[in-house]
Each structure stands twice: as structure tokens, then as C-alpha cells.
């Protein structure tokens, strides 16, 4: 999997691409098929919502089940990340965002490196985050939205807001979240379970809750460079994992074959 | 203004008709300069957010200010109510539903009419609920998603809701919702600011919040027959006018001329 010189150009240019059909209907269902055990653990990994039981994110999937610990060295996300951003690559947080019908609740607007960046002392915005919808996504179940463009204006202003969701992130301030939107307009991910997406670490995105009766899960894998690797070490192991083994691909059949990944 | 046969099948059919280009630009403009004075005011028809000090609707609006004493009975929005529901209507509610930028809460699944009868009660579910989106509704700031046909099944079961957002609503169980969605589906209302809106009182309806940097604010009369008037009066007069008094068109330019509703 390589991504083409126009898809290359449109992920300088907007900061995201979008990947329809990167996974089949075949390998979704596998992938989800490991979800309700996941949810039901009681792991320190697994964040509940605010204002319920439901799982909001499952994080350090791959080193607690043996698909995920396939799909993130995918061929087809591994392949694309080492083409932006060179061989070294390790697996720096591995996670599904749950977005359970009617109870899933909002992300705010951020960038992924206000976090990486002030949390875990990563030196530069160069991680990717690599998405992969396990459920349809659609304009009613809370889909990403982007500010296209956005991650050319590099880090901005963010403040850690730990009251809005269960979550603590470094979110962007409104009035930047307003010039930017200003400039570039929105743009929402949506489309069939199996789509892939790719964003980088200073892209402004967020997305609402999910008031529909249909899921959203969606697995993110972010992979970063060795040589941009964390520095402190304050956070959990599985919000940025501390194995700085670089990444190598499986082959292209690896979620539907029986072998384990070694 | 007269609603077409295919309108009126349509309506029939779905629960619901979008209007597109109801009213110009220029006639928005002039309702949009009224409402900064009025979301000012000290008064109890103006009920903030459960978050924040924004106001989230604005209601008994022709009571409290000339231009939307004309829009009321303007005969672009009474003329295809008495098309459906006969000639002798009066104004049972009349408000601003704002969903400021950022701040802009939830509306829960609900039908109006759980609210009229439950609380006012109104015998039969025939009231209709008229709207101008005063300004753009898009994908990403908190539109209405309504379930195209839910109106044919009737009053479903709900329950009031005092706790989610600050005003309180008889809402709708998630199974019925799950249900009627897997039956019917879900659509949005989008379109320019100017677009109207017809549904009818079981019509199932929500909308998210709006965590975009752009405002939502959408006008509703609601019209009722006088035949089917409320016969409880608890609630305040804002949320249900005790005037019962036929509502009478006035010219198509009135709110464009200096003329006042007399």
C-alpha cells in the first residue's frame, strides 16, 4: 500500500486523507467482533463517559488482544505512515473511540501535539494519527470534524481542560478554533465502516456527541518517530507507550489468517 | 403562498417539509437585527443554557417585539398552516431557539405534542410547528434530525426530562427511537438561512449541540386550531399563549414595510 503522489499532495496541502475502503466489510467484522470482551474488562485502559457506564476509549489495545496487536502493524497503515515520515516508527497509543449511541459524548477542539507535546515532552508535531471506522460513520453519529489547513499554522494556544468530558485534553481556544474556521471553513469524516483516515499531530479537529441510535467506533493508531520520541513519562503506558521498537509491517492478509503475529 | 399537491403528499408521507428560501435575505436581516435587545432583556421567556449564561431559547417573541408580531402572521408561514389544519388557528408559542456557537446544547428525542398534552393538555396532536432558519444550518452546527414518518405512529411512549439540558422536555425512550430509526432512518434539516420548515406535533425529532464557531438560530411559531386549545394552564403564557384568537395574514412585504401589525 502506497499512497499516490496525488493523495501525497492533498495530505501537505489539507493535513488529512481520507482512505475509502482501506479495510473490507471481512476484516471490520473480525476487528469488531473483539469489542465486547475489550469493553467488559476491567482495565485502567478502558475510560468511561462522564455521565454513564459506557466505555468512551479503550486504550493499549494491542498489547491486550491479538487482532489489534496485528492491526497496528497493518501494511496498510504502516505503509502510508513510514512513506509521510521515514522507517523508525514506533506505536505510540493504540485506541478505539467508542462514541456509544445516544450516550457518546463530544471531543473538544484540539490538536493532538498540545498534548503529546505538553504532556510527554514530545520534541516535534511529526506523529501521525491513523483512523480506521469500525462502524459506518455518518453526519448523525458524531463524526470528525476538521479545519482543513489548519495544521500549517503549527502549535497553538491550548489549555488542559479537564472538566468538560472524562477526558483531560489540551484543548484549542475558541477565538483560534473561530480565525481558523474563518479561514478554511469544516470538513466532517464520514463514510462506510472500513474507511481509513490519516491527520497529523497539529490538525485542529473535534467532534460532537452522539445523540443517533447507531455506534461510532473508530480505532486510531498513532505512530512516531524514533528519534521524536516522548520524554517524560508522566502519563499511563497506554495513553504513549514506552516500547520504542520501530514498527514492521505484517503481510497484507494478516487480520483474516490464522497466524499470530510474531 | 399555497403549498402544491406533491407538497402536501409529501407532508402527508413524511411528517415534514423544508421550505427552501421562504424568506429573503433582506427580510432575514431584519429579524436578525431584533435579536441581540431581546436575548438582553431581563425577562422569564429568555431560559439560559444549563452551562453557560447563553441564552438557549427566547419565547412569547410577538409579545415582546414589533417585527416578530408581524412574522407571526406572516402569510408564508399562516398560509399553508391553515392549508392543513384549517382556517381557525391561534399562536400557541412563538420563540427563538438560539444554539449559540460553542455553547449550543442538545435537544433530546421528543414530539412536541408528549409536552402540549401532557402538560397543557391539548386533545389532539394536530398542532404544527413553522420555522425559519435565521441563520445558514449546516452539517456542523447542531441541525435537526427528525425520523421521516414517526408521525404516523402516534403519541409514543415518553418521559420528562429535567435533568439533561435547562428546559425541561417530555422525551422520547431511546427503544422507541432505536426502533423508528431502523424502520425509517434519519434526515437532517439543512439549508441558507431564509429556508422554512413544517412538521406536525408527533413528529420524533432532536438535535445535537453545536460545537462549531458558528451561531444557530432558527425562529418556530407553533399554530394550533382553536378547536383543539389547550384546557390546562399551568405552564406560562410564553410557553403556551392563552390568546385564542384566529391569526389573520397580513400582507406578503409586511416585514418589509414600516407598516406595525395593527
Partial sequence: MELTAEQLA????????????????????????????????????NIREQDSAEVRTAMGL????????????????????RQLRGAALYVQQVKVNVKAAFEGEQWQWHYDFATHHSEDGVPEPLAL????????????????????GSQAYGPAAAHLDTRTTSYPLWVVERDTVSDLVARHGLVSATGPAGTGLIFGDTMVHASPANISPWDRAIFSVILNPVANALTRRQRPDYKHHRDLTPVTPLPDDCLLSAAAAE
Fill in 129 to 148: 494519527n491513523l483512523h480506521v471506522f469500525l462502524d459506518d460513520v455518518t453526519e448523525f453519529n458524531g463524526p470528525l470534524f476538521f479545519i482543513p
Fill in 62 to 81: 494491542h498489547l491486550r488482544n491479538p487482532v489489534f496487536a496485528k492491526l497496528v502493524r497493518h501494511p496498510r497503515l504502516v505503509g502510508p505512515a
Fill in 10 to 45: 492533498r495530505f501537505e496541502r489539507d493535513g488529512l486523507l481520507v482512505l475509502p475502503g482501506l479495510f473490507s466489510p471481512e476484516e471490520i467484522a473480525r476487528l469488531r467482533a473483539e469489542l465486547p470482551a475489550l469493553f467488559a474488562e476491567d482495565h485502567p485502559g
